[in-house]
């Protein structure tokens, strides 16, 4: 059984930066993602890595103001959020498949194709 905690959360600034954890427990990741969820908002897929190779994929809306990252030896996922906007705040999920996709497949931003989630990790970008 897979565990995914996430930490780092919390109030910033427009224009401010905040980098998110997820530490991964039990079992294999293939691939790991960020997935948010604005009040009122269906729940949207942010970030994804794959864990062999560190191939990557962003959604449009944070390419070039984010960035994702794991660390094999600790297990543990990042979400570095620079120049963050008021349409950033959300609650940011942690999630895990043991699959790893081919680059171009659509399975990698699909949140059904993640079986393990973490409890989510609130962000808050107001002045």
């Known amino acids: 059984q897979v565990e995914l905690v996430e930490s780092g959360g919390g109030l910033v600034q427009p224009g401010g930066s905040l980098k998110l954890s997820c530490a991964v427990s039990?079992?294999?990741?293939?691939?790991t993602a960020w997935f948010r969820q604005a009040p009122g908002q269906e729940r949207e897929f942010v970030s994804t890595?794959?864990?062999?190779?560190?191939?990557?994929r962003y959604a449009d809306a944070v390419k070039g103001r984010f960035t994702i990252s794991r660390d094999r030896a600790t297990k543990t996922m990042y979400l570095q959020m620079n120049s963050l906007k008021p349409e950033d705040t959300a609650v940011y999920y942690c999630?895990?498949?043991?699959?790893?996709?081919?680059?171009?497949?659509?399975?990698?931003?699909?949140?059904?194709?993640?079986?393990?989630w973490g409890q989510g990790t609130q962000v808050t970008v107001s002045s």
């Open positions: 999630a895990a498949t043991p699959r790893s996709y081919n680059s171009g497949s659509s399975y990698r931003s699909d949140q059904l194709k993640y079986e393990y």
């Open positions: 039990g079992g294999t990741s293939g691939s």
């Open positions: 890595i794959r864990w062999f190779d560190g191939n990557t």
